[in-house]
């Protein structure tokens, strides 16, 4: 046991005792998973303040006697690391355990959570609740702390630096007063809404991250600034642009602020209603082309997100079927695919502060979150999932569907509410003709969901509601051969005889492209054998150049 890495660090962790950064509990099988997202809270902030690499929080060790005495908490595996999720969820900006380990100990069974610390200048709350520790005991996140984690990252941010030559006078008055609005609804437990709009400018836009001593930033100005003093932060630019491309054309620029400026803009977009038919039903379901919150998500990240110094536009181009957003800098911090399972929270921020005003004005609800909402909305809007392109080292682009690609994939998330995100993910690469893991086109095949064969995968289509998937793929072959016969039979009416070439040629654009060349030729033979034994047509040639004719009329 004592090489054991894990019995090591818990009995390093013991040797110290709980500090600020550590805390052991003997936690029973329903530990109050409320409780743990505020210990997650307060210990990641303290390991942020202590510049400690990690923070511990220790269930199996009763914190009075300091001994190992075991825990039942969540027994199951997967239930354990589901807490994982729970606790992205939960907190802001969206961010969960490194790690859960399990120990068996000779006392017992030992979890250790591994906790990060909140990143420079964002400090991490728990439901809206921002906490920390005094020594052992569990309390609110004063002032004193929340502002030295906040101003961590004020020397090395683009968005944080003070804009010498600008005023309070700079900002503009309808911004602000959203501005207020949003801040007090984040806060409805601390402060009331008469409460923020009573507050002096400096006061408010000081708490909201939008100065610092009153002093105006670049966050201050691109977020609430007065369009005409966008020319402040020249040679920079704050421009976002809406383009209308297709039969029809447009374009509309949109300065600062931006607050009210990305609802200007999503106004631009026509955003009708898109009527869909549920299998084995008669009802329409109506969803709108494009989701508002999933728009403003997508635009305030490109805000966000961007490069400021490389002087160039958050551009939104809008086709018949598709938004495209591109905004100037690579991919921050890992890649689009981290964030699609809402668990994976970024280390770093290229403008820090610009994106902690946001999260405090409602503009982004939990940093690090926003891709698997976006996907998680365009699931249950039986639509495509967004694309990012980042083929540009310097730029990132994402597309949002607002249009069905295959009827063969809406229809199956249709009627098939159960099934997981991450087989809805490779589903929408299979319709988009991009390759798929062969463990998961296995899988996939075996529940019925796709069918063909590399690299021509198909979606499978749905026939029936309530038939298992398997008879969804049996009844949608029938379906498929039925056609095929019935095209053969018509030909001969007409024709009277036909050759085997010219049943190919009859047959080239019927059958099935995920077919390769031997499958077509092998199912092109099934069917004259089948329409022979059926005793509806017959060969008048030879067996090496058969000349086919009906039996009778059919």
């Known amino acids: 046991m004592v090489d054991n890495p894990l019995s090591m660090l818990l009995d390093q962790l013991i040797m110290s005792w709980e500090n600020e950064t550590v805390e052991f509990k003997q936690a029973g099988r329903d530990y109050n998973t409320d409780k743990i997202g505020e210990y997650f809270s307060a210990l990641s902030n303290e390991a942020n303040l202590r510049d400690a690499e990690a923070a511990w929080l220790v269930f199996g060790v009763n914190d009075k006697t300091r001994q190992v005495v075991g825990t039942d908490y969540r027994l199951e595996p997967d239930r354990l690391q589901s807490l994982k999720r729970q606790i992205a969820q939960g907190t802001e900006p969206s961010v969960t355990f490194r790690e859960i380990h399990e120990l068996t100990h000779k006392n017992g069974r030992v979890i250790l959570m591994e906790i990060p610390p909140a990143p420079a200048g964002i400090p991490i709350a728990w439901q809206g609740h921002y906490f920390a520790r005094a020594g052992e005991s569990l309390v609110s996140l004063g002032l004193d702390k929340l502002d030295q984690i906040r101003r961590q990252s004020l020397g090395s941010d683009w968005s944080a630096a003070v804009v010498p030559n600008a005023t309070l006078a700079d900002f503009d008055p309808q911004a602000l007063d959203s501005a207020r609005g949003a801040f007090a609804k984040r806060y409805p437990h601390l402060f009331t809404e008469e409460d923020v709009m009573g507050w002096p400018v400096a006061t408010f836009t000081d708490r909201a991250n939008l100065t610092v001593d009153g002093q105006v930033t670049r966050t201050g100005l691109l977020l609430v600034g007065r369009p005409e003093s966008a020319a402040k932060l020249s040679p920079y630019v704050a421009w976002l642009v809406w383009s209308l491309v297709g039969s029809e054309r447009a374009y509309e620029h949109f300065s600062t602020p931006f607050i009210l400026s990305t609802t200007a803009l999503y106004q631009r977009i026509r955003n009708i209603q898109l009527r869909m038919v549920k299998p084995g039903t008669l009802f329409p379901v109506e969803v709108s082309k494009y989701d508002r919150r999933m728009v403003l998500e997508a635009l305030h990240n490109c805000i966000a997100h961007q490069d400021y110094t490389r002087a160039g536009r958050v551009i939104v181009q809008e086709f018949p079927d598709r938004l495209v957003f591109s905004n100037e800098g690579e991919f921050f911090d890992g890649t689009p695919e981290d964030y699609v399972t809402g668990i994976h929270a ?57 249009a069905v690609i295959d009827e063969a994939y809406t229809n199956l998330l249709m009627q098939r509410t159960d099934l997981p995100l991450t087989d809805i993910l490779a589903l929408d690469r299979v319709q988009k003709s991009l390759p798929i893991p062969e463990s998961t086109t296995r899988r996939l095949k075996r529940a019925g969901l796709i069918e063909g064969r590399k690299p021509h995968l ?19 072959r029938f379906a498929v051969d039925a056609k095929l016969l019935q095209t053969i039979l018509d030909y001969l009416a007409k024709n009277e005889t036909s050759t085997r070439r010219d049943i190919d040629v009859l047959l080239a654009n019927e059958i099935p492209a995920t077919l390769t060349s031997d499958e077509r030729a092998r199912k092109t033979k099934y069917l004259l054998a089948k329409l022979r034994r059926d005793g509806l047509i017959h060969n008048t040639g030879t067996k090496a150049k058969p000349t086919w004719t009906l039996v009778s009329s059919v």
């Open 458 to 476: 198909q979606v499978a289509q749905v026939i029936e509601e309530g038939t298992t998937p398997q008879a969804n793929v049996v009844q949608a």
């Open 346 to 402: 970024p280390k770093r921020y290229r403008n820090t502060m610009l994106a902690k005003a946001m999260v405090e004005l409602g503009m982004i609800d939990t940093l690090g979150y926003g891709i698997y909402d976006m996907h998680n909305r365009q699931m249950h809007r039986y639509l495509p999932m967004p694309d990012y392109d980042l083929s540009d080292p310097h730029a990132v682009t994402l597309t949002i569907y607002g």
